[in-house]
């Protein structure tokens, strides 16, 4: 089934049962908007933050349908006692959502080594961590869905974004294999890419390095971009959570999906180069093979 513009449609392809989640980063953006969606229709819910208190509302709001856990993604024993307090609370474990994150723009001349190693540690590792610790529970019931948060930045390089863009394209990568792998155990892989959506990842949760003046035309014109952007980005999170709601409820669920008309086209148009370019050098590249 095409999702289009039917994604709130009921279809044999879809499964009705209440669903047990549990949402990395829950505190804001993305995140925040799919936790409330998830409590809203009904489904229960293990909502994380590395600040359990900017949750306390959800449990005002929603009661025993949720539980609200500290974790910072980059702890492996957090993350398997998370997966442990889902068994525990709710008695399984049926959507594990890997959302949090962060990303900074600077030049990578200019980013230190530490600030590489936070953004990956948290962006790739945090998302592989957590996945680890889910991923015995999921094989032993048989089933389970993995959703990354991924970006349009796992797929196309921007300037600025060096430490962020090389961690997406690590957890692609990661999570194709990892689709490979337990897609024949009953567990279904997706990455979610998003474009520009209007939370604060765009705003206060980003830091932003110009850098020297060499730089200017590259990641000084991200920068200016960014700043401009924030606040007119095209995504809406409440119409993202849905998104993801839908995908989720499916039996064959996408591998990847874009979200944003910003992301389909500037994908589309980066795959269709990418094809052209590598067809200009089919003949360099296929000259190292041995003689048939």
């Given amino acids: 089934m ?65 539980r ?32 949090a994150g962060f990303g900074h723009i600077s030049p990578i001349e200019d980013t230190t080594m530490d600030e590489f190693r936070a953004q990956i540690e948290t962006n790739l590792f945090g998302v ?43 957890v692609e990568g990661f999570s194709e294999v990892l689709a490979r792998e337990v897609g024949p155990l009953g567990v279904k892989v997706t990455l979610i890419e998003p474009g520009g959506f209007r939370t604060d990842f765009a705003g206060a949760s980003t830091a932003i390095r110009k850098g020297r003046s060499e730089y200017e ?12 952007y924030d606040g007119k980005q095209p995504g809406d999170p409440k119409k993202a959570a849905a998104a993801i709601l839908h995908v989720a409820s499916l039996a064959e669920p996408p591998l990847r999906l874009l979200l944003g008309s910003d992301a389909f086209q500037a ?11 590598d067809r200009e050098w089919k003949e360099l590249s296929c000259s190292t093979d041995f003689p048939v």
């Fill in 267 to 277: 994908i589309e148009k980066s795959d269709l180069l990418k094809t052209t370019r």
């Fill in 68 to 99: 609200v856990i500290a974790l910072d993604v980059t702890d492996e024993q957090a993350a398997q006692a998370a997966i442990a307090q889902a068994t525990d609370a709710f008695g399984r474990l049926d959507v594990l959502v890997n959302n």
């Fill in 217 to 228: 035309t590259t990641v000084g014109a991200t920068a200016r971009f960014q700043e401009e």
């Fill in 128 to 170: 592989i961590s957590v996945t680890k610790a889910a991923l015995p529970l999921f094989r032993e019931q048989r089933s389970g869905h993995i959703i990354q948060i991924s970006s349009v930045g796992g797929r196309i390089g921007p300037s600025g974004r060096g430490p962020y863009a090389a961690a997406k394209w690590g």
């Fill in 2 to 66: 095409s999702a289009g513009k039917g994604y709130t449609m009921n279809s044999t392809n879809q499964v009705q049962d209440q669903k047990v989640w549990l949402i990395t980063g829950s505190s804001r953006g993305l995140g925040r908007a799919l936790a409330e969606a998830v409590l809203e229709c009904g489904d229960r819910l293990i909502a994380t933050a590395r600040d359990p208190a900017h949750l306390a509302d959800l449990v005002e709001r929603f009661g025993k349908r949720v």
